[in-house]
């Protein structure tokens, strides 16, 4: 069966990055793009772009420019979401999305906290 | 970016009722329209796809239906199991973008 499963849940300081992890089994990796979706504490999802598993190539949304990057390690069937200089409002649980958005990860919670 | 404005925001039903959630998307996205639920400390749970398509395994209770722009998710006869946040999705075009979430409890 179809599964997506994300690394563990992280606590970081203000400045400091951090790297999830979502592994895919159950279809062909390179099949399907790969989205990522915020959802910070008591609010809504909001929808951070996307990676081509065949070409490599992310698509941000606008307020996920600069400190954010995917990438993937094809051969482990893994899309990674990096986020750098991390800051408060980065405290969030982040999802991964198999296109079409049937299929979800378990949900990774970032915390940023000094 | 096409705005989703969902309502209501909070449901407040007994058991038994037919409930009705709605999403009205600010430009037309034919049916490119997806409905979830989410219970606390899960992944989004998809329920309905292209607006009207019941997804596998998931109660009958649910449907979907659109008209234009606006998309409507139906339960019928709510049972315990169905409190939840409901939200709706739509991947018709980048950004994609949510409803912001109804949350529904028993009256």
């Known amino acids: 069966q179809i599964q997506l499963v994300q690394s563990g849940p992280e606590l970081k300081k203000p400045g400091e990055s951090v790297k999830i992890s979502c592994k895919a089994s159950?279809?062909?990796?390179?099949?399907?793009?790969m989205h990522w979706v915020k959802q910070a504490p008591g609010k809504g999802l909001k929808w951070m772009g996307w990676i081509n598993t065949y070409t490599g190539k992310p698509t941000y949304a606008d307020d996920f420019k600069g400190r954010f990057v995917f990438s993937l390690e094809a051969s482990a069937s893994t899309a990674n979401l990096q986020i750098s200089n991390l800051k408060n409002e980065d405290t969030a649980t982040y999802f991964c999305?198999?296109?079409?958005?049937?299929?979800w990860g378990q949900g990774t919670l970032v915390t940023v906290s000094s | 970016d096409i705005q989703v404005t969902q309502s209501p925001s909070s449901l407040l039903a007994s058991l038994g009722e037919r409930v009705t959630i709605t999403c009205q998307t600010s430009?037309?996205?034919?049916?490119?329209l997806n409905w979830y639920q989410q219970k606390p400390g899960q992944a989004p749970m998809l329920l309905i796809y292209y607006a009207t398509s019941l997804q596998t395994g998931m109660t009958s209770r649910f449907s979907g239906q659109y008209s234009g722009r606006s998309f409507t998710l139906t339960i019928t006869s709510l049972e315990p199991e169905d409190i939840a946040n409901y939200f709706c999705l739509q991947h018709y075009s980048a950004p994609f973008t949510f409803g912001s979430g109804t949350k529904l409890e028993i009256k």
């Open positions: 430009q037309s996205i034919s049916n490119n």
């Open positions: 999305s198999r296109s079409g958005f049937a299929y």
């Open positions: 159950g279809y062909t990796f390179t099949d399907y793009a």
